[in-house]
């Protein structure tokens, strides 16, 4: 059974950190990028970060850059997701994602966690 299961979310002030967790299993987890997305309230899913499968290729949405680092440990199926200098603007259930090309037209390879909130206080 693939699972992602995410934890670390939270409440903080405005100018804190968090640090977001998402422990895989079911799949090998080294031939997936991992990526981390958000939805706040009453906007659209955005991708905040990603991840190549052995971390040699990152990169970040422009409202993020600078702030969040995305990081895994292959040999721990885990990725994460460090969150620093936090605004309001970050407060959104944030979910982890594996992803990899289909290996034919019909393969699913997208695998999405349950979601963490993340709220940030003024």
């Known amino acids: 059974q693939v699972q992602l299961v995410e934890s670390g979310g939270g409440l903080v002030h405005a100018g804190g950190s968090l640090r977001l967790s998402c422990v895989a299993s079911?799949?090998?987890?080294?031939?997936?990028?991992m990526k981390w997305y958000r939805q706040g309230p009453g906007k659209e899913r955005e991708l905040v970060a990603s991840?190549?499968?052995?971390?040699?290729?990152?990169s970040y949405g422009g409202s993020v850059k600078g702030r969040f680092i995305i990081s895994r440990d292959n040999a721990k199926n885990t990725a994460y997701l460090q969150m620093n200098s936090l605004n309001p603007d970050d407060t959104a259930v944030y979910y982890c994602?594996?992803?990899?090309?289909?290996?034919?037209?019909?393969?699913?390879?997208?695998?999405w966690g349950q979601g963490t909130q993340v709220t940030v206080s003024s």
């Open positions: 991840m190549s499968r052995k971390g040699g290729v990152t």
């Open positions: 079911g799949f090998t987890f080294s031939n997936y990028d």
């Open positions: 994602n594996a992803w990899a090309p289909p290996l034919s037209g019909s393969q699913s390879r997208t695998f």
